[in-house]
């Protein structure tokens, strides 16, 4: 069986950055990891970062683009947000979003158990 496992969460001040991990478990290239999702408490969860398997498109939220980046470590399957000038608004659990190797570009099919973002002011 196939998990997702993200790594990466902290409690930081404002200002402050952060860098997230996500790889895989089981049968490691079965799925891709390649979006982030964040859900803050009382909120929905919503779309901070994708990127295509090949790497070439990548999208971002507004609300972090500019501090975000998203990338990817193809050898070892593992992918990476860099935060950077977090807010206290960034605060929220973070997941990993994978897709299957037919999926369309930001379309997700396994999604991992979140890590923990504080940032505090």
């Known amino acids: 069986q196939v998990q997702l496992v993200e790594s990466g969460g902290g409690l930081v001040q404002a200002g402050d950055s952060l860098r997230l991990s996500c790889a895989t478990s089981?049968?490691?290239?079965?799925?891709?990891?390649l979006g982030w999702f964040r859900q803050a408490s009382g909120k929905e969860r919503e779309f901070v970062a994708g990127?295509?398997?090949?790497?070439?498109?990548?999208s971002y939220a507004d609300s972090v683009k500019g501090r975000f980046t998203i990338s990817k470590d193809y050898p070892n399957n593992t992918l990476y947000l860099q935060m950077n000038s977090l807010k206290p608004e960034d605060t929220a659990v973070y997941y990993c979003?994978?897709?299957?190797?037919?999926?369309?570009?930001?379309?997700?099919?396994?999604w991992g158990q979140g890590t923990q973002v504080t940032v505090s002011s």
């Open positions: 979003a994978a897709s299957l190797p037919s999926s369309r570009y930001r379309q997700y099919d396994y």
């Open positions: 089981g049968r490691s290239f079965s799925i891709y990891p």
């Open positions: 990127i295509s398997w090949s790497g070439g498109l990548t």
